[in-house]
Structure formats: structure tokens, C-alpha cells
């Protein structure tokens, strides 16, 4: 949601910023800081049909719908892309992005590899980031701490983030996240950030 004060701060060249990675590297944690630290930045609330988590606000952390809201988003047009992770559904809701945009903004969306790929393919023009853990190791670690997935998960999602991580070359820039840092690697995503709006060409990110 961009407040008033927002509505009346704009900034020259709005993004729009992708920013994925494996499951647990912590993508969610990394972009919620960055919003909090920078205004300028508006994160983009993902529709998913996945089941929510305990300490999860609808509308905050996801738009959670069923698989017949999902199917009747899709059948509108109301979203940029839609992907299918891990058995549930992943979509960008297009009208968030064109708001946030047209009111100054840089959109900042969370988004899994597959997902990343179909807005490139959409708009060429958008700033690609993927985050990277420490270490397979660590990453594994972070999975088990969420406590919500079994062996066979975990191991789905270690062979899934290797896949990716051999893939990072095919972004803008790959930042680490290092484990109880997410602070940092927000510092870094916003440097990034700045350095491209300073780009010339710009970019000019057409949804």
C-alpha cells in the first residue's frame, strides 16, 4: 500500500526490481527490510494458492486464494506471470505493478527462478537480482528451521536450488545473503538499485 506522503514523493526512472532465489535463502526477509529502510521501494504482494503459514497476514505477505480465484485472475488477464512451484501457483498481480509505477515508485517483486525468467521475457527492461546462499549447507539448515517441510521436501528443494544457482549468471547482479545478515544484503540490493537508476540509457520498464 503507498501512503500519501509516498504519493507525493517520486523519483525519476521507476523500476521495476526482481528479486529471486531457492526457497529459505531468505528473499522475503531481505526485500521486507529493504522496503522498511527505503520508501521509495514497493514491494509486490504475490497471489499464491499455497496454504498460509502460521504468522502470515493475508494481503501482506501473500494474497492467498484458492485454485478457482487463481484460474479466474489468470482468465483476466490480471496477472504479468504465473508459475507453478513446489504443487502451488505463484502469480504477479499486473495492476500492483502499473500503480506503483505510475505513482513514482520502484516495484520490487519476491519471485521464485521460473518466475523471474517470464517477466525478463515480458519486460526486458526490468532489473533482475538473484540472491544466493552462503552455502548449500546453510541453505539446507534455513529449510529445516521453518519446521514445516518433510526430508523429501528439503531434498526436492536442495536439488531445485543447485538447478537455479548454476542459472544465477542469467541476472543482472547476484547478491549473498550471509546467514543473520539480511540487513547487509538489503544494503547491497539498494546499491545495486541506485547504481541503475543512474544507468544511460535508463530503463524503462513497460508493463
Do not use: C
Not at 522498511?36 to 499455497?50: D, K, L, S
Not at 498460509?52 to 492467498?64: K, L, M, N, S
Not at 547478491?175 to 537508476?197: F, H, K, L, Y
Amino acid at each position: 500500500m503507498i501512503d500519501e506522503q509516498q504519493k507525493r514523493m517520486t523519483f525519476p526512472n521507476p523500476m521495476l526490481v526482481v528479486v529471486s532465489g531457492p526457497s529459505g535463502v531468505g528473499k522475503s526477509t531481505i526485500v521486507a527490510e529493504l522496503a522498511r529502510r527505503r520508501p521509495q521501494v514497493v514491494p509486490i504482494v504475490t497471489a499464491t494458492t499455497r496454504e498460509q503459514r502460521e504468522g502470515e497476514i493475508d494481503g501482506v505477505h501473500y494474497h492467498f486464494l484458492s485454485d478457482e480465484e487463481f484460474k479466474a485472475l489468470i482468465a483476466r488477464d490480471g496477472l504479468l506471470e504465473h508459475a507453478n512451484n513446489h504443487g502451488h501457483w505463484y502469480g504477479t498481480p499486473i495492476d500492483q505493478i502499473r500503480g506503483i509505477l505510475a505513482a513514482g515508485r520502484d516495484a520490487i517483486l519476491t519471485i521464485s527462478p521460473e518466475g523471474a525468467r517470464s517477466v525478463r521475457s515480458q519486460v526486458p527492461d526490468a532489473l533482475l537480482i538473484f540472491v544466493m546462499p552462503p552455502s548449500m549447507e546453510d541453505l539446507t539448515r534455513r529449510l529445516r528451521q521453518r519446521g514445516s517441510e518433510s526430508e523429501a521436501s528439503i531434498e526436492r528443494r536442495r536439488r531445485d536450488a543447485e538447478r537455479w544457482m548454476a542459472e544465477a549468471d542469467d541476472y543482472d547482479h547476484v547478491v549473498v545473503n550471509e546467514t543473520g545478515r539480511p540487513a547487509q544484503a538489503a544494503d547491497r540490493i539498494w546499491e545495486i538499485i541506485q547504481a541503475e537508476a543512474r544507468r544511460d540509457p535508463p530503463r524503462r520498464p513497460r508493463i
